[in-house]
């Protein structure tokens, strides 16, 4: 199964400033999520979109997906410092439909 | 339970011994799921069920891990013998069928450091 790539690996700005974080894949895909993780423990779900969607908007976040490109980006708009986390993509294709792959993630701090 | 409960939060063990981590899920998930999470890296899945059965072991990285699941519900992750490189965070999901396109919610994990 496929991992799914994020960049960059580290992304630091300041309050009140967008986001932005990309995941690169190789091969087609099912569907493909967004999670948030708070000081290496649990994930959290952020957002799905699917092979047929191109955009996904939730509150401040939105994501769009480029099968084309095999890529996906999340935006997080008017940052706040309780966005500082790590961010993953996770990759659900071919035939095993119940396996996200994740990828290493995205360390995002906000500075106050 | 309102989520996916993980016990311990915290183990220390010495090399050769044995570990058992546990995962309780969402009440009404089919779908369980253990994923290692070594420093600084992404989620190594290591194994799903469905119900009671696991159709997918092949993250399992030795024989010395093993894992299963009773009643539909939890689930014990074991490790035998453990080694150093088993030091990591051990996290369990679950998701209400595992068909695919469903979101996975995660337990805190399980925090595991072999000395």
């Known amino acids: 199964s496929q991992q799914g790539e994020e960049d960059p690996q580290a992304l630091s700005i300041q309050e009140g400033e967008n986001a932005t974080m990309n995941c690169s894949y190789k091969?087609?895909?099912?569907?493909l999520q967004w999670y948030r993780q708070n000081s290496g423990r649990g994930l959290v779900h952020l957002i799905l979109i699917r092979s047929n969607e191109r955009e996904k908007h939730s509150g401040r976040l939105r994501v769009t997906l480029d099968t084309s490109k095999k890529s996906s980006s999340l935006l997080i708009t008017a940052s706040r410092a309780a966005d500082t986390a790590s961010y993953f993509c996770a990759i659900n294709s071919g035939g095993s439909n119940y396996k996200l792959t994740f990828g290493k993630g995205t360390l995002l701090t906000v500075n106050p | 339970g309102a989520g996916v409960s993980q016990s311990p939060s915290n183990k220390v063990t010495e090399k050769g011994k044995d570990v058992e981590l546990r995962c309780d899920p969402i009440?009404?998930?089919?779908?369980l799921y253990w994923y290692r999470q070594s420093l600084g890296q992404g989620l190594e899945f290591l194994i799903y069920f469905q119900g009671n059965s696991a159709p997918d072991k092949s993250g399992l990285p030795s024989d010395r891990f093993s894992a299963e699941r009773t009643g539909g519900s939890v689930s014990t992750l074991t490790i035998q013998r453990t080694q150093q490189e088993d030091s990591a965070v051990y996290l369990c999901?679950?998701?209400?069928?595992?068909?695919?396109?469903?979101?996975?919610?995660f337990g805190s994990g399980t925090q595991l450091s072999v000395l």
């Open positions: 009440s009404g998930h089919t779908a």
């Open positions: 091969t087609s895909i099912n569907n």
């Open positions: 999901a679950s998701s209400l069928a595992g068909t695919g396109g469903e979101k996975l919610f």
